[in-house]
């Protein structure tokens, strides 16, 4: 069965500083890929996705995110975090031939230091 | 802007009263989805429909019931919701399924209460 892990639940980083968020799916071909985010109370929002041709990504907001097949990751990485950034991340999996329904990760929540 | 809009943000509700959620969309997309997410945890898909097609998913309880009068509008109704079912509801659209290629777009989402 498809599955996406996220094998952090929260990390902490420092304004100014790199970040990278793991995830890693299982799935029998090359699925879509998404990465969301979500601000408290709100809605889920599109950073970026993958559905072919180059393995790196950008995104909105000064994301990218690289997919690599052979280790079934799309991790999310920003060079340099700004405190607005915190929230909870999202990513997600869309079956190719399939209809609708994306499976998402567990989330992982951001948190940001002065 | 082109968007979802859910109404309200913040619904209370009793213990076994009815309650509907509403959701409308300016996208003009075929497929209108809801989602339940409880504190911490992932989006789980309720339903969703392509276009007058309802797509129930299996472990979805039968308390919850979905209606889309139309392309820009669609309600989710809970015939007697239970502490349980306390929640973010999030209804999203996306312009066709293509596989799992179309991007959803959410709305901000309702919270409901029981009480």
């Known amino acids: 069965a498809q599955s996406v892990t996220q094998p952090d639940i929260h990390i902490t980083v420092s304004e100014g500083a790199s970040l990278e968020l793991r995830c890693n799916y299982s799935?029998?071909?090359?699925?879509?890929l998404f990465w969301y985010v979500q601000s408290p109370g709100q809605g889920l929002q599109l950073l970026l996705k993958?559905?072919?041709?180059?393995?790196l990504v950008q995104g909105i907001k000064g994301f990218e995110a690289e997919f690599k097949r052979s280790q079934s990751s799309f991790n999310l990485r920003k060079p340099s975090v700004h405190w607005s950034d915190a929230a909870e991340y999202f990513c997600a999996v869309g079956r190719r031939g399939s209809q609708g329904n994306l499976i998402f990760g567990k989330g992982t929540k951001l948190s940001v230091k002065p | 802007d082109a968007m979802v809009i859910q109404n309200p943000r913040y619904q209370v509700t009793q213990f076994g009263k009815p309650v509907t959620l509403s959701c409308s969309q300016t996208l003009n997309h075929n497929v209108m989805y809801w989602y339940q997410q409880k504190s911490s945890q992932a989006p789980k898909l309720l339903f969703h429909y392509y276009d007058k097609d309802f797509n129930n998913e299996a472990d979805t309880p039968d308390n919850f019931q979905s209606r889309r009068p139309n392309t820009s509008f669609c309600f989710l109704d809970i015939r007697s919701p239970g502490l349980g079912d306390a929640a973010m509801y999030l209804c999203a659209t996306s312009r066709d399924f293509t596989g799992g290629s179309s991007p959803l777009h959410f709305g901000n989402g309702t919270r409901l209460t029981v009480t």
């Open positions: 993958y559905f072919s041709g180059d393995t």
């Open positions: 799935y029998g071909a090359t699925p879509y």
